[in-house]
């Protein structure tokens, strides 16, 4: 149970293009959506927070214009980075989880296997 | 703000060698710490979650225990299938919505 399915996996593309990531959970509905950036030898880094029917809260320093998010539905999250440059290509990874039906709040996040965006 | 720290940074084990790993954690008022194992180009796998003082968890030849500033993962006996970067996590009353805030990882390198 608890997976989460990120597509596409990895993706070149010439500079000043937008490429949008999909990030699903297939076996639960997911409340919650998180958005990391990992470099290299480095720990996640959050970029924003999607919670269903309201609009992502991006962390301090995230351009929200930049990298747009949308939690379409309880399954589904996308983050479209827009005019992409050289300094955008990195590792993103996106998670899930669900307070639906729990009474422990504690849920852990479930992730998807990430995204390797290289942008030329 | 919430933070926490790793340590080693790197671990080189021959199989079968035990060892463990660190977590020392602040936070305000703990919600849960999660560990996570990350292989090479891939997301985090969810491994265990502990809630209070004392809590140990077990899975195969790993084991997390807790206490109030620091998480340990034991592995036994190890093998080179266990190589992978251990994450740590930790969420505070704070938190909205589940945020972590995660470590920088041990990565663990098994060797027959």
């Known amino acids: 149970g608890a997976v989460v399915s990120q597509h596409p996996s990895w993706v070149i593309c010439k500079s000043g293009t937008s490429v949008k990531i999909e990030c699903r959970s297939l076996?639960?509905?997911?409340?919650?959506m998180f958005w990391y950036r990992q470099f290299p030898k480095q720990s996640l880094m959050l970029m924003a927070t999607s919670n269903e029917g309201s609009k992502a809260t991006y962390e301090q320093g995230v351009e929200k214009d930049k990298f747009l998010i949308n939690h379409a539905s309880l399954t589904l999250s996308t983050l479209t980075v827009t005019s992409a440059h050289p300094e955008d290509s990195s590792f993103y990874i996106c998670?899930?989880?669900?307070?639906?039906?729990?009474?422990?709040?504690?849920?852990?996040?479930?992730f998807g296997d990430g995204t390797r965006l290289s942008i030329l | 703000e919430d933070q926490v720290t790793q340590s080693p940074e790197a671990l080189r084990l021959q199989e079968g060698e035990s060892s463990s790993l660190n977590c020392s954690y602040t936070v305000s008022g703990l919600r849960g710490l999660f560990w996570y194992r990350q292989d090479p180009g891939k997301g985090p796998e969810f491994l265990f979650t502990l809630y209070s003082a004392g809590e140990e968890k077990e899975k195969e030849r790993l084991k997390a225990t807790l206490t109030k500033k620091e998480s340990f993962l034991h592995i036994t006996a190890p093998k080179p299938e266990d190589s992978a970067t251990y994450l740590c996590?930790?969420?505070?009353?704070?938190?909205?919505?589940?945020?972590?805030?995660f470590g920088r990882g041990t990565q663990l390198t098994v060797w027959p």
């Open positions: 998670s899930a989880r669900s307070d639906r039906g729990q009474t422990d709040r504690n849920q852990p996040q479930h």
């Open positions: 076996d639960f509905q997911a409340t919650t």
């Open positions: 996590a930790v969420q505070g009353r704070g938190s909205t919505l589940g945020r972590l805030y």
